[in-house]
Structure formats: C-alpha cells, structure tokens
C-alpha cells in the first residue's frame, strides 16, 4: 500500500499545482479585467479644448458680496470667517478657516445659463505653505460637513487650486465621471489677485482662472438643483491663509441667449 501510495503521490501533488495555477490564474485574469473596466471608468480626461479668453459675464446681477459688512450676513460655514484688509490689495476680503467649507445663506435659484465671479487672493509666503483650494457645485446647501472633492458631503463637481503642488489645477464631476488635471503657474500667485469666472450653461461648466481656460466640460448631468460652495484648505504653513472677495452672481434677462 505505502509502495502504491508513493507512486501516485507525484501524480497527485503535479494535480494539485496544475489547479492552482489555474485557479490562480482564473483570480488575475478576473481582476485585470476588472481593473480595466474601472481604468476605463476613471481614466483622465482631456481637460483644455483651448486657452482663449471667451467669458461673456451675464447681464442681469442676482448676488454680490463686497464683504464691507459681516462675513455671516450672506454665508454659512462649519467654521468661522473674518473679514479683513490686505497691505497693498484694495478692499476687504474674507479670511477662510482651515477645513471648513462656505455656502451662501440664502441662496438663489439658478438658472440654466448663469455666471459667477470672485476674486481669490494666496496671502503667503510661498504657495506651497498651502493645500488645495476647493470650489465648485454641491447638491445641497448644508455646511454640516467640509466638502473636499466632487464624490464627497454632496460634491456634483469640483475646482481645486492645488497651491502646493506650484502648478496644478484639477477638475472632477461625479455627475458625468470627469476627472483632469491641467497645468497653470500657481507659484506666482502668492500674494497677487486671482480673479475667477465661471460660466455654467446647462451640463457645460466653463471655468478660468485670470485669463486661463481650466475647464471646458460636462460637468454636470441634469443637476437641476445645484449650490454653490467654497472649501477653504485643509491646512495652512507659516501664517499663510487664503482670503476672498468681489463675489457675484449674474444671470440673462433673456434666458434665449
């Protein structure tokens, strides 16, 4: 018996490698197809169609915010926000918190086509002493949670300033699965105004920051009701902090535009 047993015990051990190679196998093929069925869902857009110049601002101004009162008047937050002046840079600007996102109090409703600007101001020594600036279109108007991203607290879509990074700017959608990253000198930006204008017309979100086109996509996917959000950085180096000001909202008086 332990003759026969010794026989067929190469036999049996080259069966048990066979199915294991083969169940092994049956495992990587099915998470590479896996694999690239998410690459395929997730893999980077082209986020630049062009760099001109094209924002038009709406004609008819629903929503503007000097910040010449009280930061609580007009916006909500999780956190605090106080209303300062810079040395060099006319007007006030509102100081954003570390971690903590804004909405306005009373909000308006938004229409298909709308623009909407304001002016973002890197009060640092160099922007690396920051993390990423965040603004963009929430499902919501809560301010329970910080919204970091487009898929998180009710994030549609997202804009976010990575100043750390020297020249990075990405943008996501949760709505319509974008998600891209395009290049822009954030470096000289510390200290110096940034103005931004978005332009929304139905799906299609247009976003530039100074002259710069960053955006040009659906980022939307019939998100009838949307709000507005800003997210100020996780966190800050070296007394760095990021302020804003000069926001406003227009729509058309002839929504056939």
Partial sequence: ?????????????????????????????????????????????????????????????????NFTGNMSKNWKSNGLGKVITLPGIDGKWLTLQNFCSYKLTNPHSLPAKFTIEFDIVASADKTEDLSPVIFGFAKDNSVSQYVPDA??????????????????????????????????DLVSYANQIMHVSIAVDGDRMRVYLDKAKVANALLFNKNRVKYFFLSAPIKSDNKSKVVVSN?????????SK
């Fill in 1 to 65: 018996m332990k003759k026969q047993f010794l026989k067929i015990f190469p036999s049996i051990v080259l069966l048990l490698i066979t199915v294991h190679h083969i169940e092994a196998k049956t495992q990587y093929d099915d998470l590479l197809t896996k694999t690239k069925k998410n690459s395929a869902f997730t893999i980077a857009q082209k986020p630049i169609i062009d760099s001109a110049f094209d924002f038009i601002p709406a004609d008819s101004v629903i929503f503007s915010d």
């Fill in 151 to 184: 898929y998180n607290a009710g994030g549609i879509n997202a804009v976010s300033i990575r100043y750390s990074n020297g020249d990075e700017v990405n943008i996501a959608s949760s709505a319509t699965n974008f998600d891209a990253s395009t290049k822009l």
């Fill in 247 to 255: 926001f406003k909202i227009a729509t058309y008086k002839s929504q």
